[in-house]
């Protein structure tokens, strides 16, 4: 069911790269509630991903642009202005990436060259953005912009590795760039700390399937889908919340407050009778 929430609104959408992608359900929920926007993904990102079919689809141009590059982000600013008239209304930055997790790299013997990499491509770019927009003047007031992170930025979850610190980052970028573009433009900034979900990305690291199970048994209302995701940042976007900014958000069906479910308890205690019984 659409609500027309976003009827008359113009954004950005960062990191849709197939029809497992975060940003692409987000994409295609804007769609439906009215919402124009311009698609953007790096030039290698767009050869190996979908995004024509999106583009098609939601009749949203794409602008390659690689996020971490603030010559590129200024073209990309610059071009979505003039495509629409004008400023725009809302920003996804979805974008994450760590060559550590990818080449098994743990977090006591870490590339520092992959390091650097992970907090500029999956947080620095949050800044660059925000910063080259604001420069711009690009956004309209009260516009909104959300970046997706992960609890792993609050806790420790084996295997997540430095994009543990990148989130971490990401999400004070949130709050101390949400301080002043809303004392100065009263433009919004949130993250979304979203459940572990089986994107392109997340299929990625290892014993994900686990933690999906682990979390789904966590959490009272099990973990949030994709699909959930895209509905619960195109309120982010819309003007149902307007007085919301600086915050992280907890879309995890419960397991962020969680300390120990019954049923995680049960497959627990059900496995460790089974070790007791191999004991002998």
Known sequence: MSYNLLKGKKGIIFGALNDQSLAWKIAEKAHDEGGEFILTNTPLALRMGELDALSKKCNAPVIPSDATSVSDLENLIRKTMEHFGGKIDFILHSIGMSMNVRKKRTYDDLDYDFYQKTVDISAMSLHKVLQVARK?????????????????????????????????????????????????????????????????????????????????????????????????????????????????????????????????????????????????
């Open 136 to 280: 711009q003047d690009a956004i309209n007031e009260w516009g909104s912009v959300v970046a997706l992170s992960y609890i792993a930025a609050q806790r420790t979850l084996y295997r997540y590795n430095d994009m543990a610190d990148a989130k971490a980052m990401l999400e004070s970028i949130a709050r101390s760039f949400g301080y002043i573009y809303g004392r100065d433009k009263k433009v919004r900034i949130n993250t979304v700390s979203q459940s572990p979900t089986l994107t392109t990305a997340g299929k990625g690291v290892r014993g994900m399937e686990n933690l999906i199970d682990f979390t789904e048994r966590m959490s009272p209302l099990g973990n949030a889908d994709a699909s959930e995701c895209a509905d619960y940042v195109v309120t982010l976007f819309s003007d149902l919340t307007r007085k919301v900014t600086m915050q992280n958000l907890f879309h995890d069906g419960g397991f962020s407050s969680m300390g120990m479910s019954y049923n995680a308890m049960y497959v627990y205690n059900k496995s460790l009778d089974g070790c007791l019984d191999c004991d002998d």
